[in-house]
């Protein structure tokens, strides 16, 4: 069974910075498509950034394009998340996922297999 588990959340000011991780076990990263998604209060799951399994291609969402950063190791089974110059609009519980589909973490359709429990982001003024 694929586990998915998340660190590095936590409360900044707006214009610094936070890195998450997400380490993947259970199996082989590599075997999989990754992303991060977000979803804050009241508000429907937002695709963050997704990559693929040898981190070759990368995408974004244009809401965070420029600030924040996708990468993984797969040696280490780990998928990252650089965020610089965070915003207040970007505070939202961050999850990573994992699928065999491109687009499936590209676009959350069709929803990804796999999902960490989500680490919390809060950026205040």
């Known amino acids: 069974q694929v586990q998915l588990v998340e660190s590095g959340g936590g409360s900044v000011r707006a214009g610094e910075s936070l890195r998450l991780s997400c380490v993947v076990s259970g199996s082989r990263s590599i075997i999989y498509y990754m992303g991060w998604f977000r979803q804050a209060p009241g508000k429907e799951r937002e695709r963050v950034a997704s990559?693929?399994?040898?981190?070759?291609?990368?995408d974004y969402a244009d809401s965070v394009k420029g600030r924040f950063t996708i990468s993984r190791d797969n040696p280490k089974n780990t998928l990252y998340l650089q965020m610089d110059s965070l915003k207040t609009e970007d505070t939202a519980m961050y999850y990573c996922?994992?699928?065999?589909?491109?687009?499936?973490?590209?676009?959350?359709?069709?929803?990804?297999?796999?999902w960490g429990q989500g680490t919390q982001v809060t950026v205040s003024s």
């Open positions: 990559i693929s399994t040898t981190g070759a291609t990368t």
């Open positions: 996922a994992a699928d065999r589909v491109w687009r499936a973490v590209q676009t959350g359709t069709p929803t990804p297999s796999y």
